[in-house]
């Protein structure tokens, strides 16, 4: 079967460092998103990983092992406006994205 | 540009009532779906189509029922409604295998069934 876990809700200090980590089982495996959705908004595109290794996109990074079954979305320098849930999602092997339930990150200042 | 649109923006809803929940899209991307979301348990694919004329079935399909005619719109019909069917509906769209499988998503549509 499929399976994806991430925590369900994390807080952090404006400023600092957080690491959202997402765990997949799939029998395909065409790629990992993460996405950002504040409260009572549509969710918006952050990263999309399909090869091992870390992308960089400015505060935001994503990593993926794709032998582990592993990913993780890093932000840096955290504002308060970074406060939303971060989805974690796998596209299949029909290329259909499986998604988890999110996490809530709480920034506090 | 407005990317996807959804209509209406909230509804309140009589159980056994029949609602079509519109979704238009501007960017000629030729697949679409149609989500729910729930408190805790994330988001889950009701129907979905990768192609104008065809339509599929997701992980909750049971209760809905969509059409597929033309590129830009695609719209998700609830024949009877129960109040299960209660959540936040996003539809979205992506080139899926054109241009990439990122989705982007419509403002979605809260649904209250009494």
């Known amino acids: 079967g499929q399976n994806i876990d991430q925590p369900t809700e994390m807080t952090a200090t404006e400023g600092a460092i957080v690491q959202i980590n997402c765990t997949y089982q799939?029998?395909?495996?065409?790629?990992l998103f993460w996405y950002q959705q504040h409260a009572g908004e549509a969710p918006t595109f952050l990263s999309y990983n399909v090869l091992d290794g870390l992308e960089e996109k400015g505060r935001f990074s994503s990593f993926l092992s794709r032998s582990k079954g592993y990913s993780y979305l890093l932000l840096k320098e955290l504002q308060m406006k970074d406060s939303a849930s971060y989805l974690c999602a796998h596209l299949d092997s029909n290329y259909q994205l499986i998604w988890g339930a999110g996490t809530k990150l709480i920034i506090k200042p | 540009i407005a990317g996807i649109t959804q209509a209406p923006t909230s509804q309140i809803l009589a159980a056994g009532r029949r609602m079509t929940l519109r979704c238009t899209q501007d960017?000629?991307?030729?697949?679409m779906y149609w989500y729910r979301q729930d408190l805790g348990l994330g988001l889950r694919l009701i129907h979905y189509?990768?192609?104008?004329?065809?339509?599929g079935k997701g992980e909750v399909p049971d209760g809905y029922s969509v059409s597929r005619a033309n590129t830009d719109d695609f719209p998700l019909t609830l024949a009877s409604a129960v109040p299960s069917q209660t959540s936040v509906y996003f539809c979205?769209?992506?080139?899926?295998?054109?241009?990439?499988?990122?989705?982007?998503f419509g403002p979605g549509t809260r649904l209250t069934v009494l």
């Open positions: 979205a769209s992506s080139e899926a295998g054109t241009g990439g499988y990122e989705q982007f």
């Open positions: 189509s990768n192609t104008a004329g065809t339509t």
């Open positions: 799939t029998s395909g495996f065409n790629g």
């Open positions: 960017m000629r991307h030729n697949a």
